[in-house]
């Protein structure tokens, strides 16, 4: 499974940004997807994450209620919708695939990996 992010950039606080990450290589709907972040000098932090079929959904503290994972099956992507985005939000983006259809928050369950977006909010 190959992924590529896409859709990261500047912006100010209080904005909104949406990620995309393309999969391509297997059939998109047996993964479980994940999105997770790393701001410099950090470890990878999950974000949020989605089941297969896209009925179950995950969120981090910090994001509940400003983000939104999503996906469309037929497209073969997973979406970020990030909302009211704060300082603290900077971080590079990286989106997971897992070979399982329940979605998981752990980093190290999830088999593949995109190159990331970074997303940079300033005050």
């Known amino acids: 499974v190959q992924l590529v992010e896409s859709g990261g950039g500047l912006l100010q606080a209080g904005g909104s940004l949406r990620l995309s990450c393309e999969a391509s290589g297997r059939t998109f709907s047996n993964y479980a997807m994940g999105w997770f972040r790393q701001a410099p000098g950090k470890a990878r932090d999950f974000v949020a994450s989605i089941n297969g079929i896209g009925s179950t959904t995950y969120y981090a503290d910090s994001v509940k209620g400003r983000f939104t994972i999503s996906r469309d099956n037929a497209k073969s992507t997973v979406y970020l919708q990030m909302n009211s985005l704060k300082p603290e939000d900077t971080a590079d983006y990286f989106c997971?695939?897992?070979?399982?259809?329940?979605?998981?928050?752990?980093?190290?369950?999830?088999?593949?990996w995109g190159q990331g977006t970074q997303v940079t909010v300033s005050s």
């Open positions: 997971a695939a897992r070979s399982y259809y329940t979605a998981s928050i752990y980093p190290a369950e999830y088999d593949y």
